[in-house]
């Protein structure tokens, strides 16, 4: 079993306070997000967690919160909430779980020519165009830009989601509302697979 590494107790509290406010709201292009090694929190109001079918947050949480390193995997922190990457994005993979059926999404193969792991789901430019709308309109984010004393981010990250537990986060752990969000994600995979069964294309696992 791993031990966490331990998080000094002033750099998580910055990074509780940065990771609460401010917030940004998503629709403003005119503040882009850092590229830069970083944690962000995502935020709605609670009329917005009940169309997401979760219940009203505990206080004053995030829904998700997720570690960012500079240009990863060839995509900048704005890419999660504007550049329509789903299949991309296990941020993005959720939202469209939960608005499946309120936004009319389904889920599609990540490369039509080759369909492979329906886990890792995608959807056509038009239901990503939707998915991005809605973001805006309805999510903010906050940011905490990793400090120079900071030698591991990824422990810090755990450290937040293990005090706040956002219901849209996966790992570590787990919360109350992981089998609903696992539920939500494989009707998306069963899309994926009707997909290509329709069109008799195989699709590796």
């Known amino acids: 079993m791993t031990v966490p590494t331990p998080v000094p107790g002033e750099l998580l509290q910055s990074a509780f306070r940065s990771l609460s406010h401010p917030r940004l709201a998503l629709l403003v292009e005119s503040?882009?997000?850092?590229?830069?090694?970083?944690?962000?929190?995502?935020?709605?109001?609670?009329?917005?967690?009940?169309?997401?079918?979760?219940?009203?947050?505990?206080?004053?949480?995030?829904?998700y919160v997720g570690k960012h390193e500079a240009r990863e995997q060839g995509h900048s922190l704005e890419s999660h909430f504007r550049a329509g990457r789903t299949a991309h994005s296990t941020l993005r993979r959720s939202f469209a779980a939960l608005l499946r059926e309120e936004l009319g999404l389904r889920g599609t193969p990540r490369d039509p020519s080759a369909p492979d792991r329906p886990s890792h789901y995608g959807m056509s430019p038009e239901h990503d165009g939707k998915l991005d709308a809605w973001m805006r309109d309805h999510l903010e984010i906050t940011v905490w830009e990793k400090p120079r004393e900071c030698s591991d981010l990824g422990a810090v990250e755990a450290a937040v989601i293990g005090r706040w537990t956002p219901p849209l986060c996966l790992k570590p752990g787990t919360t109350t509302w992981r089998p609903m969000l696992t539920r939500a994600r494989n009707r998306m995979i069963a899309d994926v697979r009707e997909w290509a069964e329709a069109r008799s294309?195989?699709?590796?696992?």
């Open 31 to 63: 503040a882009p997000l850092p590229d830069v090694p970083s944690l962000y929190g995502v935020y709605a109001v609670s009329h917005t967690w009940f169309r997401l079918g979760l219940d009203a947050p505990s206080g004053d949480l995030p829904l």
């Open 201 to 205: 294309l195989p699709i590796k696992p």
